[in-house]
């Protein structure tokens, strides 16, 4: 079975710095997708990046990258020159073909300004 | 483009009355379809799958069931509803048979169960 970790529950960041949250799984299969999503407080769910795990590539979407380490299971999603709008739950999920998602416990992040 | 709606947004029912939560998803065929809960603070629960009309699959034993009566709209319902059946229900679709496909949500709704 798929499980995927959260460690931080809470994080914070100033306005314009960089922050990393951090996330692991779990699986027996070889082939799988993971994918970060964000939840601002009107609580839509949006799709923030996705990592298929056959490319060895780490994938970036403006201002935000992941840094993915297959061998270690973690899958850390990095925000650069933070806003205010970033403030939201932020949730990894991982994803293998023919079952279903896997969410973590989410991480709230906090924007200083 | 696809989008999904899902209503209503907010809802106040008393415990013992019963419940309807529709979701519709337009511009593609066949999706997949799912209903996930979400406790306040907490992860999201995933309660019901669905491949196709008629297919439904059932990941935790409760006091809802769901229904899908045409290929894009998915329905969340409960005969008589309990206290614990409040939180933030949300409804998603995925493309059927392509395996890098991402959940796509609605806005979800937010159940009180007085």
């Known amino acids: 079975a798929q499980t995927v970790t959260q460690s931080q529950p809470e994080m914070s960041v100033q306005e314009a710095e960089t922050v990393t949250l951090s996330c692991t799984y779990d699986?027996?299969?070889?082939?799988?997708?993971l994918f970060w999503y964000k939840q601002p407080p009107s609580r839509q769910m949006i799709l923030v990046i996705r990592?298929?795990?056959?490319?060895?590539q780490n994938a970036t979407e403006n201002r935000f990258s992941v840094n993915f380490q297959k061998a270690a299971k973690s899958f850390s999603l990095k925000i650069s020159d933070s806003q205010l709008g970033d403030a939201a739950m932020y949730f990894c999920?991982?994803?293998?073909?023919?079952?279903?998602?896997?969410f973590g416990p989410g991480t709230r992040l906090s924007v200083l300004p | 483009s696809q989008t999904i709606h899902q209503w209503p947004a907010t809802l106040v029912q008393p415990v013992g009355s019963p419940l309807s939560l529709e979701c519709t998803v337009e511009?593609?065929?066949?999706?997949?379809l799912y209903w996930y809960r979400q406790a306040a603070g907490r992860g999201l629960q995933l309660l019901f799958y669905?491949?196709?009309?008629?297919?439904i699959s059932s990941e935790v034993p409760q006091n809802l069931s769901a229904s899908r009566p045409q290929d894009r709209q998915f329905i969340l319902s409960s005969k008589k509803l309990l206290l614990s059946d409040s939180g933030f229900y949300l409804c998603?679709?995925?493309?059927?048979?392509?395996?890098?496909?991402?959940?796509?949500f609605g806005n979800g709704t937010r159940l009180t169960v007085t």
């Open positions: 699986t027996s299969e070889s082939d799988y997708y």
């Open positions: 511009g593609t065929s066949n999706p997949n």
């Open positions: 999920a991982s994803c293998t073909y023919g079952q279903n998602f896997v």
């Open positions: 998603a679709w995925s493309v059927a048979g392509v395996s890098t496909s991402p959940l796509h």
């Open positions: 669905s491949v196709g009309i008629g297919q």
């Open positions: 990592q298929e795990a056959y490319k060895q």
